[in-house]
């Protein structure tokens, strides 16, 4: 049984820094890829960020590139996601997922495990 919890998030402001981590249990993740997304009140799930837990290459959305860095901590089985410079974009629920590089590690179809979700508050 695949379980992610994530931690870190909290009341931002216009140009503050945030790092959510995203620690996973359950099975070996060489061949996977955690992802980012996050979710606005009344709006669709978006990617932010993925990579991938073998090769660490990265993806990341146009929003958030020069802005955002996603790490892995193979030994801790640990992602982590460095929010820099962040907007008023007001808040978002993040949450990290597992899923199969194979499939377009940008596509929430690629995800078949989900964190619960940790909770960026920010002005809007």
């Known amino acids: 049984q695949v379980q992610l919890v994530e931690s870190g998030g909290g009341l931002v402001q216009a140009g503050d820094s945030l790092r959510l981590s995203c620690a996973a249990s359950?099975?070996?993740?060489?061949?996977?890829?955690m992802g980012w997304f996050r979710q606005a009140p009344g709006k669709e799930r978006e990617f932010v960020a993925t990579?991938?837990?073998?090769?660490?290459?990265?993806y990341y959305a146009d929003s958030v590139k020069d802005r955002f860095t996603v790490s892995r901590d193979n030994a801790k089985n640990t992602v982590h996601l460095q929010m820099n410079s962040l907007k008023a974009e007001g808040t978002s629920v993040y949450c990290c997922?597992?899923?199969?590089?194979?499939?377009?590690?940008?596509?929430?179809?690629?995800?078949?495990?989900w964190g619960p979700g940790n909770q960026v508050t920010g002005p809007s």
């Open positions: 997922a597992l899923g199969w590089w194979m499939y377009g590690p940008t596509s929430r179809k690629a995800y078949h495990y």
């Open positions: 359950g099975r070996t993740f060489s061949s996977y890829a």
């Open positions: 990579i991938n837990w073998n090769s660490g290459r990265t």
